[in-house]
């Protein structure tokens, strides 16, 4: 039978094929964009054991929250905590701005915002060069690989960055991926050393952050209370805020879903219409199908088949 009527049998697993697409295609984008990012914000934070953090949480009209920066000096404070093996200072990312002009004398274009940023040491940078060299003088940058190749950079050239204190002209010495990927999630990212980082962002005297790793065989919590007390004992730092690697990427995480909440809620609505319609389609299909083949069928009961049997033959070639 199923030989006799290909063409049949092929339309009709289209239908029902693009009817359960309809269904999967929201959940699997919707699934795809937030691992996405977790995975992302993961990276950023995968060497990182604890952070330091001005307690304040400053809410957006538009949604987001930054917190304030905390003075460049109490990085010396949390070097000399003996569970520390590696300090740096690190900018704001979100109040970070640095555009890139591109050979064309246009602006980049990135599918998010642009960053700019402070080189980080090794152990917790989630950057890696991959032609070139890190920035090491006020006057050198290196950029996302995306970034270079949409504006026809290589290492060697002039290139002018928009900051926010102006426009400015740096030695592209390196071109950078994050981890694996050419850029960090769309957004166009120059990374500048970091007191450039500092004036180019208004920051100079101030980091968005301290981030710290912790010596072999030393776990997050105990490095983090380690570095709580030594700020204890200066009452002006008292109040600052020290978490563990795991918590801050939990926490951004988390900001991640609240701000995607209305994408989930959009393609929730999509996805119940999208049943809808499949079920439809899938229904109307079959029952065409059966009612097509309502002389076949009392053909076969009129040579003896059973009720059973024609059923059987049905379901067997819905499966």
């Not at 339309?11 to 984008?29: D, E, N």
């Amino acid at each position: 039978g199923l030989v006799a009527t290909r063409i049949r049998f092929a339309l009709t697993a289209a239908a029902v094929i693009r009817g359960v697409a309809f269904m999967a295609g929201p959940s699997i984008f919707t699934a795809t964009l937030q691992r996405t990012f977790q995975d992302l914000y993961a990276g950023i934070y995968a060497g990182t054991d604890a952070v330091v953090r001005a307690p304040e949480v400053l809410k957006s009209d538009f949604g987001g929250s930054e917190r304030p920066n905390i003075p460049e000096s109490l990085l010396g404070t949390v070097r000399s905590v003996p569970t520390v093996a590696e300090a740096a200072g690190a900018i704001n990312q979100g109040n970070s701005y640095a555009q890139v002009i591109g050979r064309d004398g246009r602006a980049v274009t990135a599918a998010g915002p642009t960053f700019g940023l402070g080189w980080l040491p090794p152990k917790l940078n989630p950057w890696s060069i991959s032609e070139g060299r890190a920035p090491a003088a006020a006057g050198e940058i290196a950029v996302d690989r995306r970034t270079a190749r949409r504006g026809g950079l290589q290492v060697g050239d002039r290139v002018r960055v928009v900051t926010a204190v102006g426009t400015g002209r740096y030695t592209l010495v390196g071109t950078a991926a994050f981890g694996r990927a050419d850029s960090l999630a769309g957004a166009s990212v120059t990374l500048f050393t970091t007191p450039e980082a500092q004036r180019v962002n208004n920051s100079i005297g101030e980091f968005g952050s301290i981030v710290v790793a912790a010596r072999p065989g030393v776990s997050e919590e105990r490095l983090r209370d380690d570095i709580a007390a030594a700020l204890s004992a200066r009452p002006a730092d008292a109040r600052l805020e020290v978490v563990t690697g795991a918590q801050v990427t939990d926490e951004s995480q988390q900001e991640l879903r609240n701000a995607l909440g209305f994408i989930d809620i959009a393609l929730g609505v999509f996805a119940a219409v999208a049943l809808a319609v499949g079920a439809f389609i899938i229904f109307n299909t079959f029952s065409i199908v059966v009612a097509q083949r309502s002389r076949e069928m009392a053909l076969f009961r009129a040579l003896g088949a059973s009720r059973r049997q024609v059923l059987g033959q049905v379901i067997g070639e819905s499966a």
